[in-house]
């Protein structure tokens, strides 16, 4: 079966952009969550989305923000671009809220902000 | 908020050699999760522990859990380039079911 689709895998944006990503789970996937990894602070949880719900939210400025469709898509935008904001940006598909189980991670998404 | 550390940070050994990487909780595992993440890749999971003592066994690796919980050990006989990656261990701590990583511990096996 097809796994977890990131789109852009690459993108370069300046200070003060925005940015959206775009997440496709595994089919019959509903919950999705999306990771922060940077080589300073490893992966870090931004939040998760079940059933069109965020059920979830790391420690994360308001900057960060996602959401999901009713075929379970997600997207995370980034408002207003730092320079520390450059990092890989994974996106993961679970079959149940939570994540709990086994959750399939796609190739992500690397910003970089200039 | 749990913190989990691995070690060691970096890890350079030649094919055929033997290694352990550790990783140490600051609270109670709920359900100890190790995934290796290969170059260019997102992460992919290895195998999941959750009672204290117990060891599981996939292949050249073996992973054990600590009595107590608060930690575990993955050991791998006999490395071949294609370990090669950053082995990260993982925890649903706490609540709010959110998966909490260490840093990883980056292998390298060269040929």
């Known amino acids: 079966k097809a796994g977890v689709t990131q789109t852009p895998r690459y993108l370069i944006k300046t200070r003060g952009q925005q940015v959206t990503l775009s997440c496709s789970p595994i089919s019959g996937h509903r919950s999705v969550s999306w990771y922060q990894q940077t080589p300073g602070q490893g992966l870090q949880f931004l939040f998760e989305y079940f059933s069109e719900t965020q059920r979830n939210k790391g420690n994360f400025p308001g900057r960060f923000s996602g959401r999901q469709f009713s075929n379970s898509r997600s997207e995370m935008n980034v408002s207003t671009l730092e320079l520390g904001d450059s990092a890989l940006y994974l996106c993961?598909?679970?079959?149940?809220?939570?994540?709990?189980?086994?959750?399939?991670f796609g190739e992500g998404s690397r910003l970089t902000v200039l | 908020t749990q913190l989990l550390e691995q070690s060691p940070q970096f890890l350079s050994i030649q094919e055929g050699e033997n290694l352990t990487v550790y990783c140490n909780s600051s609270s109670v595992f709920s359900s100890l999760q190790w995934y290796r993440q290969e170059p260019g890749e997102g992460p992919v999971l290895l195998v999941t522990?959750?009672?204290?003592?117990e060891v599981k066994k996939l292949k050249r690796l073996t992973f054990q859990f600590g009595d107590a919980r608060k930690d575990s050990s993955l050991h791998i006989t006999a490395a071949q380039p294609g370990d090669t990656g950053l082995y990260l261990c993982a925890d649903y701590g706490g609540s709010n079911y959110k998966l909490t990583f260490g840093k990883g511990t980056l292998l390298t096996v060269n040929p």
């Open positions: 522990v959750v009672t204290g003592g």
């Open positions: 993961a598909s679970s079959l149940w809220q939570g994540g709990a189980g086994e959750l399939f």
